[in-house]
């Protein structure tokens, strides 16, 4: 699969603060499964927040190739992922390649 | 020890029960974000990169057993089973659910605790010397004007809504354990030849964007004059701090801009006035107050010689225990910084431990301290070993204090919203590269500290060396200084040249010691022989 750019949707839980990501349909903790927008889901975000279903939503760049989803700024691969220095903690506890996919 | 009174309880009661509706109502839909967010904040509750964070109050870093065991079970209750010690003598969690805010509220609070004011343009948790009461060093006690600080600052509804928040920080002797002149106002308990107490008041000094030295604006206050001179210092900068710019809008600013002369003649003024209006709480508030921290029953019995066979015990007891004013006892430091460990961070059962060590060893009494460890200020030298024992058990005998492992770090990107790049991995890899604890001692006493943005919660500016972490591009960089310090001789540290990757400085600072080992002359520290010879050789070591 060729690497392409797209704009994903992301922000916080409301109810545990977690990191989610605009699927289409919902909102997800994988940011695998997060949905390209065709624009900067500003819509999407202002229904979602009024809903209580998302805090402080933004847009983001990332890159999608066969590997899935990347962020393309370093801080939104560490939400993604969770705190490099505590991996138990994060989504990936028990890759050995999480922290190298933030680098 | 402070103690509630009912007003305390009864006003931090019912902050938590407004809090707890407010809760409800966001949670039911009835409170937007916007309207929340504020409500939150001014409860301590950030939201974070990963999840909510609540940043808990420890007045000028005293604690309890109670209060600490308090901590830990919130940390394993309600976050991830850790808390994290910061350098404002605080402790926050990193993974609180907001539906669990109003509950750890009201355990925090049935023990006289409570995140109120670690938020917003208020005026924060004032920060003491954390071997106050203790050290042999101690010209008077800060306590109980931190105390007296406290009262006066919490919901003070003048000051509120400042340009931007508010630091202060208090100490009682020559040697400045605080960063006193790094603090919007610092304050140092002085005496005079006649033996009473006062105050050396320093305005607008401070870290962040545009590090500053606050300079002396008042040479001596009659110790009982305090909160009217402080209420005119705040009213001045509240009257004339900046409020069409964040990045302009501290105390530092206004000082600097207006000049400290000029800033002192409108304090002075102010103070005329406030002292005609009678707001100063009368002498017999003090002296209550002064009460509650009486020296605890020291015994007079205890002995200073202790067997120091066991050389690891002996190393500890080198590095990471200071003289107490009491015979025969001592102050213990906690390192919270194991080689290759987190700076700050302590596991539930390691808070629980520290508490029960507190309140078997050192008369019930814990602190933080700005440099993200904890102290048990009042032990026996003969409980020594029992102690260390303990510790060395939980892994918390880490004999590193003041060394270069004793790295300060802030949260950096692994957790902190407003960081460039992360703090935590860098600290880690540059105490595992030192791990080595006679090459630390070796090297003598270098603070080093790493701050992942401008904001210098890390206090980067501070240190002998200095790390600052930038966003290049996206990419994770690494600024180097030389030459801080937070002391008696406080100076602002300076870029040494162009950055680095992570691995990159770990091999610069290893430069940077290395020449200053080859460069020192007998009794030199690092920050010595860095102002002796000055920036040039060191940068043309680290770069070479």
Not at chain 2, 129 to 139: I, K, L, P, R, S
């Amino acid at each position: 699969m060729t690497a392409e750019t797209i704009t994903i949707l992301t922000g916080n839980a409301l109810l545990g603060g977690e990191v989610i990501w605009w699927t289409g349909q919902g909102w997800s903790r994988h940011i695998d499964e997060a949905a390209a927008v065709p624009d900067d889901g500003a819509a999407v975000i202002a229904a979602e927040s009024a809903a209580g279903r998302v805090v402080g939503g933004y847009a983001i760049a990332a890159t999608r190739d066969g590997a899935g989803i990347r962020p393309q700024h370093i801080k939104e691969r560490v939400r993604a992922l969770g705190p490099t220095v505590r991996l138990d903690l994060s989504l990936r506890p028990h890759d050995p390649a999480a922290a190298a996919w933030i680098a | 020890m402070y103690q509630y009174d009912t007003y305390d309880q009864a006003m931090v009661d019912a902050r938590v029960a407004e809090f707890s509706d407010q809760v409800a109502r966001r949670l039911a839909g009835t409170l937007g974000e916007e309207q929340f967010r504020p409500l939150r904040l001014k409860n301590g509750l950030y939201l974070q990169l990963h999840a909510y964070m609540l940043r808990v109050a420890i007045p000028y870093g005293t604690l309890n057993s109670a209060q600490m065991r308090m901590l830990g079970q919130i940390a394993d209750r309600y976050d991830r089973g850790y808390g994290h010690f910061t350098t404002r003598q605080n402790i926050q969690y990193n993974w609180i659910r907001l539906e669990d805010a109003p509950a750890i509220l009201t355990d925090l609070a049935s023990v006289g605790m409570h995140a109120i004011q670690t938020s917003g343009n208020c005026i924060r948790n004032t920060t003491a010397d954390h071997f106050a009461g203790a050290a042999a060093d101690e010209v008077a006690d800060p306590r109980p004007y931190a105390e007296l600080l406290r009262q006066w600052s919490t919901f003070h509804p003048e000051f509120d809504y400042l340009p931007r928040k508010f630091k202060v920080a208090i100490i009682g002797s020559e040697t400045d354990r605080a960063a006193m002149r790094l603090h919007d106002i610092g304050i140092r308990v002085v005496r005079n030849t006649a033996g009473e107490e006062g105050l050396k008041i320093y305005v607008g000094g401070g870290m962040g964007r545009t590090p500053m030295i606050a300079p002396v604006i008042r040479d001596w206050l009659p110790a009982q004059q305090m909160v009217s001179y402080l209420e005119a210092c705040l009213r001045v900068y509240n009257r004339h701090g900046r409020r069409d710019n964040k990045y302009k809008a501290r105390i530092k600013i206004l000082v600097h801009e207006l000049g400290a002369d000029e800033y002192r003649r409108q304090v002075e003024e102010e103070f005329a006035h406030i002292l005609t209006l009678g707001l100063e709480p009368p002498p017999a508030e003090l002296a209550r107050i002064k009460a509650q921290f009486a020296d605890p029953p020291f015994d007079p019995a205890a002995i200073e010689a202790i067997d120091l066979s066991d050389p690891d015990f002996a190393l500890w007891v080198d590095q990471n225990v200071h003289p107490h004013k009491a015979p025969g006892h001592a102050i213990v430091t906690i390192s919270l910084k194991p080689a290759g460990g987190i700076p700050g961070d302590a596991s539930a059962d390691q808070i629980r431990l520290i508490a029960d060590l507190a309140r078997d060893y050192s008369h019930d009494e814990l602190r933080v301290t700005h440099a993200q460890n904890v102290v048990l200020p009042h032990v026996r030298r003969a409980d020594l070993p029992a102690i260390w024992q303990q510790l060395d058990a939980a892994g918390l005998a880490t004999a590193n204090l003041d060394l270069i492992g004793d790295i300060i770090a802030c949260p950096g990107l692994d957790y902190c919203s407003l960081a460039n790049a992360r703090s935590i991995p860098l600290a880690q890899k540059i105490s595992a590269r030192f791990a080595d604890v006679e090459r630390q001692r070796d090297l003598g006493e270098l603070k080093l500290k790493i701050s992942g943005c401008i904001n210098a919660c890390g206090h980067h500016h501070a240190g002998h060396i200095g790390v600052l972490g930038v966003d290049r591009k996206g990419v994770e960089n690494y600024q180097l200084l030389l030459g801080g310090s937070e002391g008696a001789d406080t100076s602002l540290g300076t870029i040494v040249g162009p950055g680095f990757s992570e691995d990159g400085l770990v091999d610069a600072i290893e430069r940077a010691t290395e020449f200053y080992r080859a460069q020192r002359q007998p009794g030199e520290r690092f920050l010595d022989t860095y102002r002796r010879l000055g920036a040039a050789p060191f940068k043309e070591a680290i770069y070479a």
